[in-house]
């Protein structure tokens, strides 16, 4: 598991996986802006469906967020993304 988390560490700090994920992150708020995708995400979250779903993620994250081993997972995670090299994490992410 520590050789794919390495693997996928390496693509995100790499140029094209850079690319990637700020293509991603371009579509993700485009997507979250358009008022048609809003309305059905609103019509299935306010669902008595959407509702049970969204209590029992709210649940799920509360838990994992006070269990000490998912905080050093996130904090690991986090230092690797920002500079677990030496790099203070704070580069634009733009090749030249």
């Not at 850079?18 to 979250?45: C, G, H, Y």
């Not at 081993?69 to 090749?95: E, F, H, N, P, W």
């Given at each position: 598991?520590?050789?794919l988390m390495?693997?996928?560490?390496?693509?995100?700090?790499?140029?094209?996986?850079?690319?990637?994920?700020?293509?991603?992150?371009?579509?993700?708020?485009?997507?979250?802006?358009?008022?048609?995708?809003?309305?059905?995400?609103?019509?299935?979250?306010?669902?008595?469906?959407?509702?049970?779903?969204?209590?029992?993620?709210?649940?799920?994250?509360?838990?994992?967020?006070s269990d000490?081993?998912?905080?050093?997972?996130?904090?690991?995670?986090?230092?690797?993304?920002?500079?677990?090299?030496?790099?203070s994490g704070?580069?634009?992410?733009?090749?030249?």
């Amino acid at each position: 598991m520590a050789s794919l988390m390495n693997k996928v560490m390496q693509f995100a700090n790499s140029p094209k996986g850079k690319q990637v994920i700020r293509q991603a992150t371009d579509k993700a708020q485009q997507l979250a802006k358009d008022p048609k995708t809003r309305a059905k995400f609103d019509k299935v979250a306010n669902s008595p469906k959407g509702r049970q779903v969204v209590r029992q993620a709210t649940d799920k994250a509360q838990q994992l967020a006070s269990d000490p081993k998912t905080l050093a997972k996130i904090q690991d995670v986090r230092r690797r993304v920002q500079g677990g090299r030496g790099g203070s994490g704070t580069g634009s992410g733009t090749s030249s």
